[in-house]
């Protein structure tokens, strides 16, 4: 069992920053692979980055070349740093564990909002 909180959401103006973070706990994070994804209000839940066990990442087109992921496994924590925020990064962004596509857990979500 993996329980994950994710923190660091808000109100940032379009153009501005914020780095999300999801503290794991209760098994063996290095081995989940750990991920981030967001659901706008009326649109199905999407992935927007993914960092295996090992440290390869992938992101979603819209995203890249502005957003980081990271973790530090000491830390049992993943990050998402998010540069460059558009209007319509806005959603609730929800970190993911996955073991291999057997097991898998969700964090509660934290609300990330960009407007002016």
């Known amino acids: 069992q993996v329980q994950l909180v994710e923190s660091g959401g808000g109100l940032v103006q379009p153009g501005g920053s914020l780095r999300l973070s999801c503290a794991a706990s209760g098994s063996i994070f290095s081995i989940y692979a750990m991920g981030w994804y967001r659901q706008a209000p009326g649109k199905q839940r999407e992935l927007v980055a993914t960092i295996a066990s090992g440290g390869t990442t992938n992101y979603a087109g819209s995203v890249q070349g502005r957003f980081t992921i990271s973790r530090d496994n000491a830390k049992n924590t993943v990050y998402l740093q998010m540069n460059s925020l558009k209007p319509e990064d806005t959603a609730v962004y929800y970190c993911?564990?996955?073991?291999?596509?057997?097991?898998?857990?969700w964090g509660q979500g934290t609300q990330v909002t960009v407007s002016s």
């Open positions: 993911n564990a996955d073991l291999l596509g057997k097991l898998n857990y």
